[in-house]
């Protein structure tokens, strides 16, 4: 069963910084394309951000400028670097590749909030 594992989350101020981190032994990441999505109490999954196998990015919206996607491919891992936190960011966030489609891990909570 594959098992990716998200974390790095936890609460901090509005306009503080965090970065998320998604490793697994289950996959190489650098040979899929990987996103990271979050779940806001009551609302739908809603993708952040995602990049390609061959490094290109994409960002939503409400993120653009904030949030950066990166892989350490030595590591297989992908990270989540969130700047300039909104009270609005707070969900659980989840690490996957776009072809997984019914699947969702544990996730990491993240919360913004004074």
């Known amino acids: 069963q594959v098992q990716i594992k998200e974390s790095g989350g936890g609460l901090v101020q509005p306009g503080g910084s965090l970065r998320l981190s998604c490793t697994t032994d289950?996959?190489?990441?650098?040979?899929?394309?990987m996103a990271w999505y979050r779940q806001a109490p009551g609302k739908q999954h809603e993708l952040v951000a995602s990049l390609t196998r061959d490094g290109e990015t994409t960002y939503a919206d409400s993120v653009k400028g904030r949030f950066t996607i990166s892989r350490n491919s030595a590591e297989n891992t992908v990270y989540l670097q969130m700047d300039y936190l909104k009270p609005e960011d707070t969900a659980v966030y989840y690490c996957?590749?776009?072809?997984?489609?019914?699947?969702w891990g544990q996730g990491t909570q993240v919360t913004v909030s004074s």
């Open positions: 996957k590749p776009t072809t997984f489609v019914n699947y």
């Open positions: 289950a996959i190489t990441v650098s040979l899929h394309n």
